[in-house]
């Protein structure tokens, strides 16, 4: 069928990460397109009404005579020009004449640069960070404790955790920050149960049992979240159980609080409740329960509402331990996912602007031979500006809350993402561009609202114009020590710089071999010839003999990370006490245990380890301009 292929901004090819020009399979440009809704009535994108965009000061023309109404309720009349003085946010202008309304969305165009100094910090995955209080996981006060230690002791000025984004509240838990139920809303897993109000007074003696019960699970090195979600949702539900009038103080700022979320809140819990009864597969749910607008939908929530405000109430405990967290001393940095489960919660609630028979991954490249499927649907973007963007503004807002700054995993989504049909090799997907400057002018308006900086991590496939549009927008470029051919000296100001990620080897891992043993005992295909050119890059770059234990490695490894000039600097916490195992082995499902690799030793004892401190003495950052006093 004879569609405008590039006006519904799916590419015929593109080029690899080695500037190979690869052609994308037909079938796979036909499939995308049938699933935009291309048809022979439809050859090109709908003719939606547009989203306006605009800048501070700016006095854009409009289409007649109209009223605009603001975010904050205010109506103006507006006959051809918009007010030059529209404030910040997101406003309706509604036609006279009867015509559809338009968003206008107010951005100042620009992130926040991190204020301050060049600082440093850790990169952690929060689940591994056990401590001796922890129920079998990291948790939110020890987030609070490693940034208080970080903050007072090493001088750090930040600390940058893995998404915290809600898994689905049924078993089996699933493992991956990447692979959430909902981006809008945080996992109760991470709550210390102890520090929930009126956990004490409602349990007695039952906290300290459950609370043994929890820490024995700190006995094994891999993390048992179904064990940890059994005992922590047994404890929660008896403090709310026992709390049948909830008429303390506590229970009014909670009343508060789920009365200012709205009705966002209600349809996750909501959703929560059902997985309960209905498994975490929306999709093979009831007919009458698989969209959020049908009427059994309702009739399940009228006769569940205290389950319902139950899962309400666990969001208000998350959101209470994390403000805790943040105001520990350093900026918490944040990480958005690029994705969302397909079956879980925003897909649910938002499924009529996700393309659910695509998923969204990564071509072939020198470390993945086979490219990457990450299971994860994408944004239809004719449909995402049709909602005026606000499941992406909802998205990005709820991922800045209590942040100081926010990573945003594979940044190039907001420009193009690699879609791939479902069940078919990752090999055989193909790019579908993203109105880039509109989504920058999203993020840029909720980043501002934030105060929170923005760190794109841009690595792998990047086209040219991405890393210049980040720039333009004050978007914090990701230097990686592993990919960078340059010392670390040479690298730009505004970036965060590191050492490796979660989806990349360990420097103990690396060093000794045993990640590539790893990765050939589970039959994979590695780049022996990259890794091996990897290693020997390590070893020029911190002139460490070949026979160097890892340890000495390391310290070497951060000390020429330090004299990076990049306005912030990361250490992975797994580097610090020399982990041999990387935290997500790409391509790999149960063959790997991803995401549930624990620290082999407790807060408490990293913190009086000698290794971690001298990473931070390589890492810590002298102000560009002393105090001459």
């Known amino acids: 069928m004879n569609f405008d292929v590039a006006a519904w901004g799916v590419q015929h090819g593109y080029h690899d990460a080695l500037g190979r020009w690869r052609d994308s399979p037909p079938e796979t440009i036909d499939a995308i397109l049938r699933t935009m809704g291309a048809s022979a009535d439809q050859p090109r994108p709908p003719d939606v009404e547009p989203v306006l965009f605009v800048r501070p000061g700016e006095s854009k023309a409009v289409r007649g005579p109209s009223i605009l109404r603001t975010e904050d309720g205010a109506e103006v009349r507006v006959d051809d020009h918009l007010p030059a003085d529209l404030p910040l946010g997101y406003h309706v202008l509604t036609r006279l004449d009867g015509g559809a309304e338009t968003t206008v969305i107010v951005s100042p165009g620009r992130c926040p640069l991190p204020a301050g100094d060049p600082t440093w910090g850790w990169a952690v995955q929060l689940y591994a960070m056990r401590s001796a209080a922890s129920w079998g996981m990291g948790d939110l006060a020890d987030l609070r404790q490693l940034a208080s230690w970080s903050s007072t002791e090493l001088g750090a000025g930040l600390v940058l955790v893995n998404p915290l984004h809600a898994a689905a509240p049924g078993f089996p838990q699933s493992a991956s920050p990447y692979f959430p139920s909902s981006r809008r809303f945080r996992n109760p897993l991470y709550l210390r149960v102890e520090d929930v109000p009126g956990a004490r007074a409602a349990l007695g003696d039952r906290l300290d049992e459950l609370a043994a019960a929890g820490r024995a699970l700190n006995q094994e090195r891999l993390i048992d979240r179904d064990a940890v979600w059994r005992l922590k949702l047994d404890a ?72 319902v405000r139950f899962h309400q109430w666990l969001q208000w405990l998350v959101d209470l331990q994390l403000e805790s967290a943040s105001t520990a001393g350093v900026a918490v940095m944040h990480d958005l996912a690029v994705g969302v489960d397909p079956g879980g919660a925003d897909a649910w609630l938002w499924q009529d602007v996700f393309a659910l028979d695509m998923a969204v991954g990564a071509p072939p490249d020198e470390f993945n031979t086979r490219g990457q499927d990450w299971g994860l649907p994408p944004f239809d973007p004719w449909r995402l500006r049709a909602a005026g963007y606000g499941p992406l503004a909802e998205t990005i807002r709820a991922s800045l809350r209590h942040a100081g700054g926010l990573r945003v995993d594979h940044v190039m989504g907001l420009f193009r993402l690699f879609w791939i049909p479902r069940g078919q090799p990752a090999a055989t997907g193909a790019y579908v561009r993203y109105p880039a400057s509109e989504l920058l002018d999203i993020l840029a308006l909720e980043a501002h609202r934030a105060g929170a900086y923005v760190v794109g991590e841009d690595l792998g496939t990047v086209e040219d114009h991405v890393r210049a549009e980040m720039a333009a927008r004050d978007l914090l470029s990701y230097k990686l020590l592993w990919f960078e051919d340059r010392p670390p000296r040479e690298y730009p100001e505004r970036a965060l710089a590191a050492v490796t990620t979660h989806d990349l080897p360990t420097v103990a891992g690396l060093w000794t071999g045993s990640d590539l043993e790893h990765q050939h005992r589970l039959g994979m295909e590695p780049n022996v010839e990259s890794t091996y050119a990897m290693c020997r890059r390590l070893g020029d770059m911190t002139g460490v003999a070949a026979d160097a234990p890892p340890d000495e490695v390391v310290a070497h490894m951060y000390t020429a990370l330090g004299t990076a000039p990049c306005l912030l600097l990361t250490a992975a916490l797994d580097d610090a006490v020399t982990v041999l195992e990387r935290p997500n082995m790409p391509g790999t499902v149960d063959e790997w245990p991803n995401w549930s690799i624990a620290l082999p030793l407790p807060l408490e004892e990293l913190m009086a380890d000698p290794r971690p401190r001298a990473v931070a003495r390589a890492l810590h950052r002298r102000p560009r301009h002393p105090d001459p006093s």
């Open 236 to 307: 929660l539900g008896q403090v709310w159980d026992a709390s049948p009038g909830r008429s303390s103080s506590d229970w009014a700022a909670f009343d508060r609080w789920q009365e200012a979320e709205g009705a966002p809140l209600v349809s996750y819990a909501t959703y929560c409740a059902l997985v309960e009864e209905h498994g975490g597969d929306w999709q093979a749910w009831p007919t009458e329960l698989r969209h959020p607008d049908r009427a059994g939908v309702a009739a399940f929530g009228r006769a569940h509402a205290d389950r």
